[in-house]
């Protein structure tokens, strides 16, 4: 059975500030960096062999901190960064116009073709996530990986793992730092392929992040 680790990156700046990334980025609080020790020292303990990280800075850093901790190498995926939220990225929730926070209502309320203009659908995310999801099934026998993402792309790929709709991930709450675990597997109990054993994991954190405080 192939154990795989999903992490989100620490606390940003601008998740702080409840300003939209998407695929732009900011850096770590200093809180996101405690964040990512903190989940760093539950990778080590798990025994983690291979960190695959989205190459945005928030994720770089994460992972960057998680290979200390670890002893590994950290291999860029593209395909792991987050959804691609056009026209809205870089803004601030609270200064959304009306018809811009219909369109990002839209996606957070799980309409399946939903998309903010100049920007990526959730299904589109989803597929590039499970192909960076299945590449870790290249890797040596006995491999632990552990991905380093983003909120929304995780929840998209941990939905679809369970059958939903890509567009349901918003159902999901993945907190900063957290961990969850999907594991490709064949028992006669499961359904063959990818399960999910944990989603959200946070217990390894001291403290939640400001931007969870507020939600
Ligand atoms: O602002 C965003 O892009 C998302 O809502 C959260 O993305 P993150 O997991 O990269 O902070």
Known sequence: MLQVYLVRH??????????????????????????????AGRARALGVTHIISSDLG???RTA??????????????????E?????????????????????????V?????????EGESMQE??????EALNACREL???????????????????????GLPASAERRLRLRNCSISRVDYQHSPWLA???VVETAGDISHLDAPALDELQR
């Not at 870089?90 to 209502?105: A, F, N, Q, V």
Request: contains cysteine.
């Open 10 to 39: 620490g606390e940003t700046q601008w998740n702080a500030e409840r300003r939209i990334q998407g695929q732009s980025d900011s850096a770590l609080t200093e809180n996101g960096e405690r964040q990512a020790w903190q989940v």
């Open 58 to 60: 928030r994720t770089r």
């Open 64 to 81: 960057e901190i998680i290979a200390e901790a670890c002893g590994c190498d950290i291999i860029f995926d593209e395909r792991l960064r």
């Open 83 to 107: 959804l691609n939220m056009g026209v809205l990225e870089r803004r601030k929730m609270d200064t959304l116009t009306e018809e811009e926070e219909g369109w990002r209502r839209r996606l």
């Open 109 to 117: 309320d799980g309409t399946p073709d939903g998309r903010i203009p």
């Open 125 to 130: 995310l989803s597929n590039r996530m499970h």
């Open 140 to 162: 040596p026998e006995g491999s632990r990986p552990l991905l380093v993402s983003h909120g929304m792309a995780l929840g998209g790929l941990v939905s679809t793992i369970l």
């Open 192 to 194: 063959s392929g990818w």
